[in-house]
């Protein structure tokens, strides 16, 4: 397992150190923008990946809300995390690359501001998560989890959907859409970098997790030792 | 490189960054209860 798990690490570290070098120096520069454009290489695995761990956080939930199982909990909770952090990069890196790109850094247009939704659900979820103490908490996130995700096809919608100042899509786009294959190549290379370090901090927080609900029970179990000593 | 390519990249490793010490120091917390349960 511990092997198994180095060698996972060695992988992602070289896929990270590869995602980068693609996107900063092989990939062909973007004739209209210039380097700027690199921030693409970040910008969109990114929110793919976000995407992918909101997708298991609703998984997670539904099954959490079947079976009442602690696992499905645990998943539900890390993979939240995760869609955040990912998410959070994408909101932070849209103005970095609007600014010179649009001459604003930000804009209400519908992709923007769906985007901006989801970060905002997802943040609720991580913080009825934090700070509600009732036994009830999983139940009520995996509830709000399910409901949030409904905002997630929204936001990959968006640009199809509505005129946004947000570019069109260039991968399954349709007709016109689509990008230099080289480019191609470094958007994936990074994804996979992304999506391969988002499952090891993803099973290190869930690991966490399910150690958090064994500290726990073990509180509660005490607990109730402790009352019916008292009570005989 | 663009000044602003330069901060996205630190942003995004920052943020990263930010969140391994958060899971750091609850790893670290969830030792001390696992290690204070045994007592």
């Known amino acids: 397992m511990k092997l198994a798990l180095v060698l996972f690490i060695a992988v992602t570290v070289a896929l990270l150190g590869y995602g980068y070098y693609q996107g900063m120096h092989a990939a062909p520069t973007e004739q209209t923008m210039g380097h700027i454009q690199r921030i693409f290489y970040y910008h969109v695995p990114s929110a793919w990946t976000s995407f992918i761990f909101f997708f298991i956080n609703f998984i997670a939930s539904i099954w959490y809300l079947a079976k009442r199982n602690l696992k499905a909990d645990a998943l539900a909770l890390a993979s939240a995390e995760m869609g955040v952090v990912f998410c959070t990069i994408v909101l932070v890196t849209g103005p970095l690359w609007a600014k010179p790109v649009w001459g604003i850094w930000w804009t209400w247009d519908a992709r923007l501001t769906t985007t901006l939704v989801l970060w905002l659900i997802y943040v609720s979820y991580l913080i009825l998560r934090r700070f509600s103490d009732s036994q009830q908490t999983p139940t009520l996130a995996a509830a709000l989890a399910i409901f949030g995700f409904l905002d997630v096809p929204i936001v990959y919608m968006s640009i199809r959907w509505w005129r946004t100042q947000h570019p069109q899509p260039v991968i399954a786009g349709g007709q016109g859409s689509g990008i230099d294959p080289e480019m191609r190549f470094a958007l994936f290379a990074n994804w996979a970098a992304f999506l391969a370090m988002a499952a090891l901090i993803t099973w290190f927080r869930y690991r966490l997790a399910i150690g958090e609900q064994q500290v726990e029970e073990e509180h509660r179990a005490r607990a109730l030792r402790s009352q019916l000593q008292e009570v005989r | ?39």
């Open chain 2, 1 to 39: 490189m663009p000044r602003n390519l330069i901060l996205a990249y630190i942003a995004t490793w920052a943020i990263h960054g930010i969140y391994f010490i958060f899971l750091w120091r609850r790893h670290q917390r969830l030792k001390r209860e696992q290690e204070a349960l045994k007592k």
